[in-house]
C-alpha cells in the first residue's frame, strides 16, 4: 500500500481554499456542504459572481497570513505562481496544517483523492496523485452501484450504536448483528427512506439478538425487472439487488448474461413459466418466495421486463405481503420498449399512430377476453406479449373488428439481445410469419402503421416471405 486515506472529522474543521480559479473552485465545492469552517482566499482577483459557488464563504482578496492559518487542519493552495503557493503552504505547516498545492503532487502533504459523498458514508479513491483522473473513473463506476439511501442505512446505525453496544457487549457477536442488520428488511426500508419503518424492524432484530433464545430473523423479498435480456439495460437498483441476493428466482426470460451480474454464490431457483412449459404454477412460486424469505434470506424474485408491466408482478406482491413480508418492488425496462428501440420502431409517431397498447396474448384460463374493438383502433400500435402461440386468433380478431388485412406487423424475437432477429408482415399472413419463424426464443408482436418502420437485415426479403 503506498498512500493510506485516513477519515478527517469536519464538525469544527477549519478548511482554508486559496485560489480563484476552476481548481481552487473544484476544492471549495467539496465542502460547502459539510460543517468544516471554511475560509476562502483569492489574492489573484475575486471571479466573477456566475462562477461563484452558491454558498461559499465571502472571498478575501490576499494572501492568508499566519493568523489566517492558525488552527487550520487543510489548506488547498491553486494558484498559477509556485514560488508564492510553497510559500503559503510553507506558512500553514508551521501553523500545523497539512497543505495541498493542487496539481503539485511532488510538494503536497497528502492528495485529494476522487470522492463519492452520500453524507454519511464517503468512498475515495486514490493513486498517490499520479493518474487524477483514472480514479475519477473508477470513482464514476464505484457510484453507479452505490446506493443513493445509503446514507440514511449509516445515519440509523449511528443512532443505534450506543443502544447496540449495551444490549450486546460481545464484540463478534455485535459484529454478527451489524452484519445481519446491513441485510436486513431494515436497511432496505432506511434505503427507501422509510426511516420509521425501519427503526421499528431494527428494534426489534435488537431485541431478539439482546434475548437468549433464538428467532429467525425474517427476510426481504425483491420483486425485479429483469429487462429485455441486454445487461446493459439493468437499472442501478436491480443491478444491486441481484448482487446482494441470498436466493434468486428466476424464469425462462431472464437471460443468462442478466444472471450473471449476480452474487456468485447465489442459490438460483428455476421456475419456468415459457409457453408450454410452465414447470412451476404462480401460486407455488408465491409460496417458495414465502418460505425463502421466513428462512431469513434476501430473496430476488426476477421477472423478464418490468414486473408491474405483462408480469405477475402485481399477484406476486401481494401474496408477499399478506404473509407479513417485506415486498420491494424495482422496475425495468419492459420488453416493448426495448424491443422498438432495438428495431428503431417509434411506438407513437406523429404520422402514424398517437397511441400505444400493452397487451397479453395469454389471457388468464377462464377470464375475460380482449377487447379486441378497442385494439383495433386506427392510428395506434399494438405491442403484443406472450402472443406468438395466438397469432392466428389475434389476426383474425383484429380483423374482424376492423383492422385492414394489409395493417403492417413487425415480429421481434430476443429483442436487444444479440441473437435478435425481426421480422415484418402483413396482419392477415401474421401467423405464418411466426411460423416461419420457427421461434425459440421470447418474441413480441407489433400491429400497426409504425411497424412498418421496424428496420431488419434483408427488408424486402422478408415482407415478400410473409405476404
Known amino acids: 500500500m503506498r498512500v493510506f486515506l485516513a477519515s478527517i472529522p469536519l464538525e469544527g474543521a477549519k478548511v482554508v481554499v486559496v485560489g480563484a480559479d476552476e ?11 459539510s460543517p468544516a469552517d471554511l475560509a476562502w482566499f483569492t489574492p489573484d482577483g475575486v471571479p466573477a459572481a456566475l462562477e ?7 472571498p478575501l482578496a490576499r494572501i492568508p497570513d499566519a493568523g489566517d492559518l492558525n488552527g487550520a487542519q487543510l489548506v488547498f493552495i491553486a494558484l498559477p505562481d509556485l514560488a508564492v503557493a510553497r510559500v503559503i503552504a510553507d506558512a500553514a505547516r508551521k501553523a500545523g496544517a497539512q497543505a495541498n498545492l493542487v496539481d503539485q503532487p511532488a ?16 468512498v475515495a479513491v486514490a493513486t498517490g ?11 464514476s463506476r464505484i457510484e453507479a452501484v452505490l446506493p443513493q439511501g445509503v446514507a440514511s442505512v449509516a445515519r440509523m446505525a449511528g443512532e443505534l450504536r450506543g443502544a447496540v453496544k449495551e444490549s450486546i457487549p460481545d464484540f463478534l457477536a455485535r459484529r454478527r448483528f451489524w452484519e445481519k442488520a446491513f441485510r436486513s428488511p431494515a436497511a432496505d426500508l432506511a434505503a427507501e427512506g422509510r426511516m420509521a419503518e425501519a427503526r421499528r424492524e431494527m428494534v426489534r432484530m435488537l431485541n431478539l439478538a439482546a434475548t437468549p433464545r433464538e428467532e429467525a430473523a425474517q427476510g426481504v423479498v425483491h420483486i425485479v425487472g429483469a429487462g429485455p435480456g441486454d445487461p446493459e439495460l439493468l437499472t442501478l437498483k436491480a443491478l444491486r439487488a441481484l448482487q446482494d441476493a441470498d436466493v434468486i428466482i428466476h ?19 428455476y421456475v419456468g413459466k415459457s409457453r408450454g412449459d410452465h414447470s412451476v404454477p404462480q401460486d407455488q412460486i408465491e409460496q417458495l418466495m414465502i418460505k425463502e424469505a421466513r428462512a431469513g434470506h434476501r430473496v430476488v424474485r426476477r421477472n423478464g421486463g418490468d414486473p408491474f408491466g405483462v408480469g405477475r408482478g402485481g399477484e406476486a406482491r401481494g401474496a408477499v405481503r399478506a404473509a407479513g413480508i417485506e415486498a420491494i418492488v424495482v422496475p425495468g425496462i419492459t420488453a416493448a420498449l426495448a424491443c422498438a428501440a432495438s428495431t428503431g420502431l417509434p411506438l407513437t409517431h406523429r404520422d402514424h399512430a398517437q397511441a400505444v397498447t400493452f397487451v397479453t396474448g395469454q389471457p388468464k384460463p377462464g377470464g375475460q377476453d380482449a377487447d379486441w374493438a378497442r385494439l383495433a383502433a386506427p392510428n395506434h400500435t399494438l405491442a403484443v406479449y406472450m402472443g406468438a402461440g395466438q397469432a392466428e386468433n389475434i389476426a383474425s380478431s383484429l380483423i374482424a373488428a376492423g383492422r385492414g388485412d394489409a395493417t403492417p406487423v413487425a415480429v421481434v424475437e430476443n429483442g436487444s439481445r444479440t441473437e435478435q432477429r425481426t421480422f415484418k408482415g402483413r396482419l392477415d399472413g401474421l401467423a405464418a410469419l411466426v411460423a416461419r419463424m420457427d421461434l425459440t426464443g421470447p418474441a413480441l408482436l407489433f400491429v400497426g402503421e409504425t411497424a412498418a418502420l421496424a428496420v431488419v437485415a434483408d427488408e424486402g426479403a422478408l415482407i415478400e416471405a410473409a405476404a
Do not use: M, Q, W, Y
Open 23 to 33: 481548481p481552487a473552485l473544484a476544492k471549495l465545492r467539496l465542502f460547502l456542504n
Open 52 to 58: 461563484t459557488p452558491v454558498g461559499a464563504p465571502a
Open 107 to 122: 510538494f503536497s502533504d497528502f492528495h485529494t483523492p476522487a470522492l463519492i459523498d452520500r453524507d454519511e458514508v464517503v
Open 129 to 139: 496523485g499520479n493518474a487524477p483522473i483514472l480514479a475519477r473513473d473508477l470513482r
Open 251 to 269: 424464469d425462462r426470460l431472464v437471460s443468462a448474461e442478466v444472471l450473471d451480474r449476480a452474487r456468485r454464490d447465489a442459490r438460483r431457483i
